[in-house]
């Protein structure tokens, strides 16, 4: 007796469709909405809408070695290579709400979309071709497991999978006060050695790291993240970058 032919699966074009169909099923009955003017997102628009996407305060700085932020960052106990953030940040701006909300309102994808895209342009423009390894700036373990998340690690890890490049957790960090609505000396002292650097950062030595925080306002916090790797492997190149930065 002739054994029953097996089933065949089911054609790649039909499985696509219905993957399709439930996505626009989707959208009907959860529409995402535009995190700048919260206007319906159409297919193939992600986080923002084309306009609030085409007004977006891109800074290009990834293509001006001495740009201002790089500029602003320059230190003796943290030599830069360069810094370069996507966009300008300005607390009132709507485009503030990108990092309020990553950070805040438990939306780490926001984080990890913008990572993406910005290592995608980083990519193109040779920004990231000599980076040998990403390093996020660290997270107090109280303040971790309050937030659940570390707004930089989702930064480090998308630009990491998005450009082959190794990410390593290589600093630690004590507890302290926020920094948020604190001027820029206040800032400086209250990092002062919050950030230190792990034993095993001293094989780092030769390596061309890439510091990575969501935000840069004073710069205290990534300069202190890049003084530390700086000093446990004064060999190695370090590279600041953030998906926002202020002007000042």
């Given amino acids: 007796m002739a054994s029953a032919k097996p089933s065949s699966p089911a054609a790649p074009g039909i499985t696509g469709a219905i993957k399709e169909w439930f996505a ?16 319906t997102l159409v297919k193939g628009e992600r986080l923002m809408c084309l306009r609030c996407r085409g007004e ?11 740009n201002p932020l790089a500029m602003k960052l320059a230190s003796r106990k943290a030599p830069l290579v360069t810094a370069a953030a996507m966009y300008h940040y300005h607390r009132d701006s709507p485009y503030a709400r990108l990092i309020q909300r990553a950070k805040y309102s ?12 910005y290592a995608a342009t980083l990519l193109d423009a040779g920004f990231l071709d000599d980076i040998d390894l990403i390093v996020p700036v660290p997270m107090a ?22 450009a082959g490049i190794q990410v390593g957790e290589y600093l630690s960090a004590r507890p302290h006060s926020t920094q948020t609505r604190k001027q820029a000396a206040e800032r400086e002292r209250n990092v002062s050695e919050v950030y230190s650097a792990i034993p095993e950062a001293v094989e ?14 004073t710069g205290a916090t ?23 930065a202020t002007h000042r």
């Fill in 56 to 66: 977006m305060p891109y800074t290009g700085y990834h293509a001006i070695p001495d």
């Fill in 106 to 117: 438990d939306r780490p994808e926001i984080d990890r979309q913008l990572a993406r895209e």
């Fill in 141 to 162: 373990t109280a303040k971790l497991l309050r937030r659940g998340y570390n707004q930089a690690v989702e930064i480090a890890e998308a630009i990491g999978e998005t």
């Fill in 24 to 39: 626009d099923l989707g959208r009907v009955l959860f529409p995402r909405t535009c995190e700048i003017c919260g206007r």
């Fill in 222 to 244: 990534i300069l202190a993240c890049c003084a530390a790797l700086h000093k446990a492997a004064p060999s190695a190149r370090v590279t600041a970058l953030a998906l926002a």
């Fill in 204 to 217: 780092l030595g030769g390596c061309h790291i890439l510091v990575v925080d969501d935000v840069i306002t």
